[in-house]
């Protein structure tokens, strides 16, 4: 079974452009979730999704930040404009509804 | 707003020893816990789960939970280099147990000495 796709693996953009992550969850899973991991810290939730709808996104800057997931299928996650502090792993993650969740590699962010 | 603490670490285990990691979480009505290890540059990978007080064993692991105390912890026996990663703890964001989103402690670096 084919694990949780993300790209790129690496993203550097300079503060204020915008940038964009896909994500392809394993094949069946409803759920799907984004994480942002930043360094020393655990991940934080930014937006779950359940099929392709929005089930949580209290923690999503949603000034800057954009989520997606049209047909209830694949993801992307957008910022714009990046801050800095936007600096991080991003990391997709989804389940089939259990408590089990599958991290995709996660793709790393850095904004100059 | 659930919070997870961990002790960030590290801690240094020699080979062969029990190593113990802990966790305390903030929010009462906490249903769901987890352990999750992360190898450096990698992402998090789930280890063990539990849900009820008592302990719970899985091969060399051992997860347990006293939710009077909000206290989860994981055992790891036998310890070996390839358990040098870091650990994070795991509660569910909402009570509702199943696909919920999670909220994670900072996780603690665990280093084993051979």
């Known amino acids: 079974e084919a694990g949780v796709a993300q790209s790129p693996r690496y993203k550097i953009i300079e503060k204020r452009q915008s940038v964009a992550f896909w994500c392809n969850p394993i094949?069946?899973?409803?759920?799907l979730y984004w994480y942002q991991q930043i360094l020393g810290q655990g991940p934080k939730l930014l937006i779950q999704?359940?099929?392709?709808?929005?089930?949580?996104d209290s923690q999503l800057p949603k000034d800057r930040f954009s989520a997606e997931r049209l047909k209830g299928v694949d993801s992307t996650l957008k910022i714009q404009p990046a801050k800095l502090e936007d600096s991080a792993v991003y990391l997709c993650?989804?389940?089939?509804?259990?408590?089990?969740?599958?991290f995709g590699p996660g793709t790393r962010l850095t904004v100059l | 707003q659930k919070e997870v603490e961990q002790n960030s670490g590290p801690l240094s285990v020699p080979e062969g020893a029990i190593a113990s990691l802990n966790c305390t979480y903030s929010?009462?009505?906490?249903?769901?816990f987890f352990w999750y290890r992360q190898y450096s540059g990698k992402s998090p990978e789930l280890i063990m789960s539990?849900?009820?007080?008592g302990d719970k064993e899985d091969g060399r692991f051992t997860a347990q939970l006293n939710k009077a105390s909000q206290y989860v912890s994981l055992l790891i026996r036998d310890s070996q280099p390839s358990d040098s990663a870091t650990y994070l703890c795991?509660?569910?964001?909402?009570?509702?147990?199943?696909?919920?989103?999670?909220?994670f402690g900072k996780g603690t670096h665990l280093i084993i000495q051979p």
């Open positions: 094949s069946g899973h409803a759920t």
């Open positions: 539990i849900y009820s007080n």
């Open positions: 999704f359940q099929n392709n709808g929005v089930v949580d």
């Open positions: 929010d009462r009505v906490s249903q769901s």
């Open positions: 993650a989804s389940s089939p509804g259990t408590d089990t969740q599958y």
């Open positions: 795991a509660v569910n964001r909402y009570s509702g147990g199943g696909a919920d989103g999670l909220t």
